[in-house]
Each structure stands twice: as C-alpha cells, then as structure tokens.
C-alpha cells in the first residue's frame, strides 16, 4: 500500500532534549516535505526536499533541521526543542518537484514540549 | 511569495452542489493551482489541480477563471462525509522550487 509513515504518532518530552521525528514513503517520491499545524495558523511549511541530498527552508525553518540522505526518508530534527514548537506535525511527499502532482501526507506527530 | 484567499468558512446542505471560491491574484504563469482538504484529526489529502484549463476527477470539479486570479472547487453533491477543512495551495514562484503556502482553508459545514 502506497504510504507515508510518520514515527513516533505522540511525543512528549521536556525543553532542551534533542528528538527525532521520522518519516518515510514506500512510493520512491523524490519530493518530500515537512509542516506544522497550529490552531488559528493553518498549515506551515518548515523544510522541503527535492530530492536525495537537496533541501531548502520553507516559511518557519527556526529551530529545526533535516536531512535526505535516502529517497525515502525524511527526518525532521529538533535539536533543543522548545514549547513553541509544541505542534502537529505533518510530512508529505510526491513525484517530480511537486507542482503538478498530488501531495500524499503522513497521519501526523503531535508533538508537546514542556 | 504568491498567496490564496479564501473565504474562513461556508455550509451546505446535504446533496446540493458547493461552490468553494479561491482568489490568487498574484499567480504566476507557471504556478498549478492545487485543492486538499483535511478531514478532522487526519492529514491533508489531495482533491484536485490544474493549469489553465478546468478539471474533473471522481471527488470533485476545478473551474480555473481565464485570468487565472481565481478559482473555484465544485463537490457536486455535498455529503455529510465532505465537511472538512479545504485548502487553495499554489505551487511558489516561477523557478521551479518546492516552497508552497497553505493558507487558513475554508471550513465546509454540511448541514443533513
């Protein structure tokens, strides 16, 4: 089944604690791309990738890094996370560079940093 | 950065058609136009797109204006399964990159 996996689902964790969050598609897209969702902000984009070792910022890249070492993967980094990232997390991912073709989404990271 | 307007919120009645309206006036030439929507507690997913020319597939039709400063989503006949949260996204900039801007969305009540 065609997908996009994001791990860990739930996080809670404390101020200043490096964390991780995976994601992966099995559908050898090579555009991938990392949002937030906060109540009254819709959706945010932090990160996209075009392809395997190519990344840009999207509109709220602060506090954040990733990285595309493999087609597949994705992960989103929060170094020293802190509760203004308290978010719903969301990667996406699609062929070519994504403009003219539908983007699939993971189910989501609800991520709360204390 | 091209941007999207769309109207906070609308309602339907069940089985009427629903006309969700999106100003992008400062689309570029080059730029898709795209609709998702997001179900509550799940991630966004793809309804639609097109260029200039309007489109149909099996969830919904897209009427592209000939100017391309607007567009609008059509669900034929609205379900109690289409309320949902829907978005008008453009494909930034002209260059060919990968940044993209979502917007508020429009919230879609769907009354039975």
């Known amino acids: 089944e065609a997908q996009v996996t994001q791990n860990p689902r739930y996080l809670i964790t404390v101020t200043g604690k490096k964390l991780t969050v995976t994601c992966s598609q099995n559908m050898n897209h090579e555009y991938m791309s990392w949002y937030r969702q906060d109540p009254g902000l819709g959706l945010r984009q932090i990160y996209y990738s075009m392809n395997v070792e190519v990344t840009d910022k999207g509109d709220v890249p602060e506090g954040y890094k990733v990285s595309r070492k493999e087609k597949r993967n994705f992960p989103l980094i929060l170094e020293s996370p802190s509760p203004n990232q308290t978010s719903l997390y969301f990667c996406?991912?699609?062929?070519?560079?994504?403009?003219?073709?539908?983007?699939?989404f993971g189910p989501g990271t609800r991520l709360t940093v204390t | 950065d091209a941007k999207t307007t769309q109207p906070n919120s609308m309602e339907s009645n069940e089985e009427e058609p629903v006309h969700l309206p999106c100003n992008h006036s400062t689309i570029s030439g080059t730029d898709y136009i795209h609709w998702y929507r997001q179900l509550p507690s799940q991630g966004p997913e793809y309804v639609i797109h097109g260029l200039t020319s309007n489109v149909n597939n099996r969830m919904a039709s897209l009427a592209i204006a000939e100017d391309r400063k607007s567009s609008t989503l059509i669900l034929h006949r609205a379900t109690l399964r289409d309320a949902a949260v829907y978005y008008c996204?453009?494909?930034?900039?002209?260059?060919?990159?990968?940044?993209?801007?979502f917007g508020q969305g429009t919230t879609l009540q769907v009354k039975p």
């Open positions: 996406a991912s699609s062929l070519a560079r994504g403009r003219s073709y539908e983007q699939y």
């Open positions: 996204i453009l494909f930034y900039g002209s260059s060919n990159t990968g940044k993209l801007i």
